[in-house]
T-cell receptor
Framework: GQNIDQPTEMTATEGAIVQINCTYQ??????LFWYQQHAGEAPTFLSY????GLEEKGRFSSFLSRSKGYSYLLLKELQMKDSASYLC??????????FGDGTTLTVKP | DAMVIQNPRYQVTQFGKPVTLSCSQT?????MYWYQQKSSQAPKLLFH???????NEADTPDNFQSRRPNTSFCFLDIRSPGLGDAAMYLC?????????????FGPGTRLTVT
């Protein structure tokens, strides 16, 4: 079966750095995605990792360790607009993505 | 702009009354997906099309059906909606299957069952 775990909620302060963790156990692995989803809106793509290591994209970075079944999304210089749900999704060998329940991030002034 | 469009954005139907949700894309992507998402939960894959090849998830109820008449359009039919089917329904596309292709989501249709 597929199991993806993320913290349910996190709170951080504007301007700070926050790390959102994701652990997974899946039948097959063909890459890991992070999506951002604002309340009532569709998910939008943030990052993709298939090899171990860190991928950096502006204020957002994503890390993957395949041997540990672990990824994190790092958000720097937090802004109020970063308040959203962050979804970790694993692509299995069947070419489908299994999503975690998401981490709701609240950024406070 | 290339995009994924869902209509309507909000749909109210009665218990047991068939309803159809529609999705169209201008991205010319091969793969189209339908997800059900309930509040604070993960999007749950119902089925997907790889071109014309239909793939149903094992736990998708028979009440849910889909049609893809051409590359651009995909429909979700709920034959007899129950109260438990109230949710956000997300359509997504990807260029191809496989790890490197991210999914592009439409804005969703929020279904209410009365």
């Amino acid at each position: 079966g597929q199991n993806i775990d993320q913290p349910t909620e996190m709170t951080a302060t504007e301007g700070a750095i926050v790390q959102i963790n994701c652990t997974y156990q899946t039948s097959g692995f063909n890459g890991l995605f992070w999506y951002q989803q604002h309340a009532g809106e569709a998910p939008t793509f943030l990052s993709y990792n298939v090899l171990d290591g860190l991928e950096e994209k502006g204020r957002f970075s994503s890390f993957l360790s395949r041997s540990k079944g672990y990824s994190y999304l790092l958000l720097k210089e937090l802004q109020m607009k970063d308040s959203a749900s962050y979804l970790c999704a694993v692509n299995t060998n069947a070419g489908k993505s299994t999503f975690g329940d998401g981490t709701t991030l609240t950024v406070k002034p | 702009d290339a995009m994924v469009i869902q209509n309507p954005r909000y749909q109210v139907t009665q218990f047991g009354k068939p309803v159809t949700l529609s999705c169209s894309q201008t991205l010319n992507h091969n793969v189209m997906y339908w997800y059900q998402q309930k509040s604070s939960q993960a999007p749950k894959l119902l089925f997907h099309y790889y071109d014309k090849d239909f793939n149903n998830e094992a736990d998708t109820p028979d009440n849910f059906q889909s049609r893809r008449p051409n590359t651009s359009f995909c429909f979700l039919d709920i034959r007899s909606p129950g109260l438990g089917d109230a949710a956000m329904y997300l359509c997504a596309t990807s260029r191809d299957k496989g790890g490197a292709y991210e999914q592009y989501f439409g804005p969703g249709t929020r279904l209410t069952v009365t």
